[in-house]
């Protein structure tokens, strides 16, 4: 079998703030391109992106624009990926997805390539990219849960607005200029661009990230929860999840507890998984104030974690503090290193 | 014994944020004020402050300050309360002090007034005013653990700038600003002001309140977890927090996890609690996206509460979401409060 090693790859959505983030990682990790197809709505179509120093035209996104493509990534909303998708594998191609439209789907695994690579062996044409406050949680939880068991986890995010898109920057920064000027604010976006009300992010904290369910709890806390089990392939593992959306343009942080299953673990044991763990950066020392913090992380491609302490009550327990650039490892590094890992296994070719 | 009623009133930290605060909350809540005398350091005497519509010089706060003081309301700083309270009090006057000075100290009640007013009774010129963050988490959780009992609270905070004091206020919208405008940004205040780094907190989360202790927690964190046992009175409570500043002018929030003792407890039951709660606000409505945020609770009294969910693993486990003023309820609020309820006790006359 000849591995041809040079790719015709689509990008769904890529006018976005995520679409853009795939073009420049795909550059930047030196995937193996041989030709590129920015897609979008009919309404970006015609704009220009730039890859590898050229600019090109995007194209609207029709199921005749896979004929061709080997690998689509995918990040243009759920709604496009259910009806797009599947047309994109019937021609041929192996589709990331980074939308929550395939996530639970049994048949189609969501991956963080440094925690489960071996669920991509059973791909059905569909590998779905999980949200971005999962992915990070889960990259840095994985070692622990490798070394020492995991049976419990209850997160509080501190979430960025880029995760929203590139319209909910400019709405913090809009907001943030009237505050200061001292004029009134005006919200149509925030927290969440399909709901009925909406709120002043700028120096605010909103509880509230996607649509609520009927248990409720939000959609977005429902994905940490479930995305979580499914990556770990442990449903017996307990998640609960609160998210919270704050007035940071870019840089997903949380705080974590975790009860791990071994007794006796130290500090020191975690820290010594930890600096080994791939895609992982430990920042820990509260003498010289090191900890991770959303502005540092923005721009860089590994999850940060710190603040790792023992709870005082509980043997089995530990706090800490898991930060990462959401743009990226949350969503289009994550997406390339789930199609760099196909190319290394033989699945992409 | 004659009730006289109208007390000579001493604010000390008078130009600060919260004795500002203070200042306010005495002439709203139509305290009987007789005579008020705001105190500074050195630096701000002779500056100017109004109550009751009246411009009031700010005097040099000194021991002799305190003779014929009834009720001396500190705010301006540790070693001030430390060094001024036992003065204050050996001339006859009762102290609230608003600083972790002694908040500690066996010898001293530390109230919140809704939860353990009994503590009054048995003190000895000096009460202390907790941490603001604990203030609010207590008074919407004691209800709870009064109708439930309580094993476990883990709590992450989302806290507002002016805790840091109104310099900590400019640096947000200074460094906002130079944000906005493309500008490099400068750091000398927070996170905390006596510690050797500074960094950003414009559009970031740090996870540094407080000076760091040996056991890798922030003493924040260690105030919210050992004031709350001593204001409940339950050394066997559970508490385990992670405090985190952020760019929000007023109104902290806090996720917070707590593990009941009763089993069989709905979300609704937790909802007829905290519905009859005294200093308490229930906004609790998904469907209408109805939630407390910093924003809406700045500069109101009570402590808002919403995001009320059942654990989906533990039968005994809930989720909330708790937003308050932190210069009011967490500070000048509390303290008028605790002098309302010294003299309801005849205990200040």
Redesign the interface.
Known sequence: MVNKNNFNVAVVGATGAVGKEMLKTLERLNFPVKSILPLSSKRSAGTKVVFRGEEIEVKEATPESFEGIDLALFSAGGSVSRSLAPEAVKRGAIVVDNTSAFRMDPEVPLVVPEVNPHHLDDHNGIISNPNCSTIQMVAALEPIREAFGLE?I?V?T?QAVSGAGADAIDEM?SQ??DV?EGKQTEASLL?VSG???H??IA??????IDL?QD???TFEEMKM?NETKKITGDNSL???A?C?R????TGH?E?V?FEISKEGIS?EDIFSVLDKAEGVTLMDD????L?????DAAGKDDVFV?????????DK?F?C?IVSDNLLKGAALNSVQIAQALVKKGLLK
Chains 1, 2 share one sequence.
């Open positions: 419990k209850i509080s501190y920064y943030s200029k200061i927290p709901d009925k009300k709120y002043q120096y605010n904290a909103i509880p509230q609520f248990n409720g709890y929860i307990h998640v609960a609160t919270v704050l007035p940071i343009e942080s705080s507890f500090t509260p003498k010289e104030q900890y991770p913090m959303a502005v710190g603040r790792i302490r023992k709870d005082l009550d509980n327990g706090h503090w």
